[in-house]
């Protein structure tokens, strides 16, 4: 099967990116990653932000190899994510703080669906790959390498954060019948009992490629 059930992502990426380490080791709370504004928010009540803008083509499938959004600093590669004895999503190791993870048993980025991103917003040494994640907005360009040589290259349509007991499934890994990307870290409430209480996620569609 190329993909899991979508509940058994969410569990993951609401639970193992979002420990918040470096905090609850010393890290001042004032030093916590930016969250996305009521403004980037792609608007209640939309399932995948479809139609907010025209797509570009799809691309035939091929694994990515780097992750880069100039507007925040990120320039990473990206590993394969597959699933844990428990039939989860694993996460990228988190001593490798500039380090990303696809789901690549599910659609690769620039396919038509909707492709997974995942990366931890800190570590026990300080800010990881996706740590200003929440600072992004609408409009930014992310770039993907891929393994055949091309690049794909998304538009942001919304920054949002949810409570992890509240995290929308559909809404986030939901099929699209377009090339889509969605980029997820940890965010939302924070607890040194419990860590992070949710999630980021970036909603983006494929604009152009070359």
């Known amino acids: 099967m190329r993909r899991v059930k979508d509940s058994a992502i969410a569990a993951v990426t609401a639970v193992a990116l979002c420990a918040g380490a470096w905090l609850l080791l010393g890290g001042a709370r004032t030093d916590a ?3 996305p504004s009521a403004a980037q928010s792609g608007g209640a009540g939309q399932t995948g932000h479809a139609g907010r803008g025209a797509a570009a083509p799809a691309l035939p499938p091929s694994p990515p190899d780097r992750v880069r959004i100039p507007a925040i600093g990120v320039d ?3 590993t394969g994510l597959g699933l844990t004895d428990t039939g989860s999503l694993d ?3 988190a001593e490798k703080k500039n380090l990303a993870g696809w789901y690549e048993a599910g659609t690769t980025p620039g ?3 909707t492709a997974v991103v995942a990366g931890h917003v ?3 040494r300080g800010p990881a790959v996706f740590y200003r994640l929440g600072a992004l907005k609408k409009g930014s360009t992310i770039e993907v390498d891929r393994r055949d040589g091309g690049l794909a290259v998304f538009t942001v349509d919304a920054v949002e954060v949810y409570a992890a ?3 929308p499934d ?3 890994y939901g099929a699209a019948d377009r090339p889509e990307l969605r980029v997820i870290t940890c965010g939302g409430a924070y607890s040194r009992s419990t860590g992070y209480q949710g ?3 970036v909603f983006a569609h494929l604009t152009g490629s070359r």
């Open 33 to 35: 990653p930016p969250q």
């Open 122 to 124: 800190d570590n026990a």
């Open 91 to 93: 996460v990228p190791p």
């Open 76 to 78: 990473a590669p990206l």
């Open 111 to 113: 396919e038509r669906g």
């Open 165 to 167: 007991d509240a995290f």
């Open 170 to 172: 559909e809404k986030v």
């Open 199 to 201: 999630n980021v996620v």
